[in-house]
């Protein structure tokens, strides 16, 4: 404990400070996802207060405990965007407040160190250990102290050891002269600052939880402009197709593909092609052998309330996936395609995600199997120093597959290029 003179003290200020995190360890991957200070006098009057969510860049850990979702923190501050802010709260105080203080601290320490950042000697007051232990709610309830709001807020918890740190004090006087000393020389940051967001701040309603597709569509135009760019429709159905390959769609790729749809300006309408068209693409690859499993069928009802389409809707898209199959098995190649290429009973593999449609749809891998097998090819999954052709989506792939060919000697063709030597028209 530092020893100043008596002219150096000052009347001493507490930084009440609760945080709520991901989990218990900071010394491994827990993070804050939300932080309080109450800054008191010595008869527990409050002189500022702030707090704010955190988004933690991880999972948020145990919701059943702090009340907060993914969703509710996708778009909150990270921690070094609050701090400057924080530490101007700060200013002034002599002593540090918790109920296990010694937890919240590991994780303030922990924080500030992720930034390069000690965090100041200070003194350390617990009201868990004044008040002889247990849980804030249980010592609160003892001294018929109530919680204005949810227990497990920070906020609401900071300024519930505020007030059981002023009953304790009641006690304890001598509790205010031994923090009564010069104040804690808190850090200085150039780290900008934006608002925080508090609880308050989040729309909390009991209605069912929105689809994917109904947090899209009013942010989308009712109708498609003239000179739509169809790059930005087969853009945003390659990211659909890559963030749902999972079978997965949590709020920072739900988020991501909203921001990007509204900034390529796709419309509504163009919108739900592309997630029925997406549908579609699962039921062919579930029809292309001829049976859809149990498991298949579930994992298109999964995609379905992913994307928010009815199930009513469900059976119609199939049978247009069934018809679209037989359409293309049932194409009659080029009269000219083969003899000129040469390509009649070679073998071909796929590799990369298709860029080019046919008739409207866009051209997935059972639908290009299937292309060359009616056209006389004989479509094969790997790469083996006997194959013939490699198709890929960009010749300059770096895929493993590409690779081998490429060890191989084995001829790589754009997709566009096959898809013209065979006399199919794509777009």
């Not at 000052?10 to 991901?22: K, N």
């Not at 996802?33 to 707090?51: C, K, L, P, W, Y």
């Not at 999972?59 to 405990?65: C, E, F, H, K, N």
Request: proline share 5%; hydrophobic share 40%; charged share 25%.
């Amino acid at each position: 404990m530092h020893n100043y003179d008596l002219e150096d003290r000052q009347p001493p200020m507490f930084a009440v400070i609760d945080v709520e995190t991901t989990g218990l360890n900071p010394y491994r991957s827990d993070r804050l996802v939300e932080v309080a200070v109450v800054v008191v006098d010595s008869t527990g009057q409050t002189i500022r207060e702030f707090s704010s969510l955190i988004n933690p860049e991880r999972d948020v850990g145990p919701t059943r405990i702090h009340g907060l979702r993914a969703r509710d923190l996708l778009n909150a501050p990270k921690f070094h965007e609050i701090l400057s802010e924080i530490l101007q709260v700060l200013e002034g105080t002599t002593a540090v407040v918790g109920h296990q203080i010694r937890f919240d601290m590991s994780f303030l320490i922990a924080e500030f160190s992720r930034l390069g950042l000690t965090f100041p000697e200070s003194k350390r007051i617990c009201t868990m250990e004044l008040a002889g232990g247990g849980s804030l709610s249980r010592v609160c309830s003892q001294f018929g102290i109530e919680f204005c709001g949810h227990a497990h807020s920070a906020l609401v918890d900071a300024k519930a050891t505020a007030q059981l740190f002023a009953a304790l004090m009641q006690d304890e006087p001598s509790l205010a002269l031994e923090a009564a000393s010069r104040a804690i020389d808190w850090p200085k940051t150039t780290y900008s600052s934006i608002a925080p967001l508090t609880r308050e701040h989040l729309i909390r309603d009991e209605l069912p939880e929105l689809t994917y597709l109904q947090r899209l569509v009013p942010r989308m135009d009712q109708e498609p402009e003239p000179s739509l760019n169809h790059g930005a429709i087969l853009a945003y159905s390659t990211l659909l197709a890559q963030v749902l390959e999972d079978r997965q769609l949590d709020n920072d790729e739900g988020q991501a593909l909203v921001e990007l749809a509204t900034r390529w300006s796709i419309p509504r309408s163009e919108i739900q092609a592309v997630h029925r068209d997406f549908l579609r693409r699962i039921e062919i690859a579930a029809l292309a052998d001829g049976v859809v499993t149990e498991d298949e069928r579930k994992d298109i009802h999964r995609v379905a309330m992913l994307l928010g389409i009815p199930e009513s809707n469900l059976d119609e898209i199939l049978n247009q996936a069934s018809q679209h199959l037989q359409d293309v098995r049932a194409r009659k190649p080029h009269p000219q395609a083969l003899i000129s290429t040469n390509l009649f009973g070679k073998t071909v593999c796929f590799t990369g995600e298709f860029q080019f449609s046919l008739d409207g749809q866009f051209i997935t891998r059972d639908i290009a199997t299937a292309l060359a097998e009616s056209n006389g090819l004989i479509p094969v999954r790997s790469v083996t120093k006997k194959l013939n052709l490699l198709v890929a989506a960009d010749p300059l792939s770096l895929s493993g597959k590409a690779n081998k060919a490429r060890d191989y000697g084995i001829d790589i063709w754009s997709e566009k290029q096959f898809w013209q030597c065979l006399g199919i028209l794509v777009r």
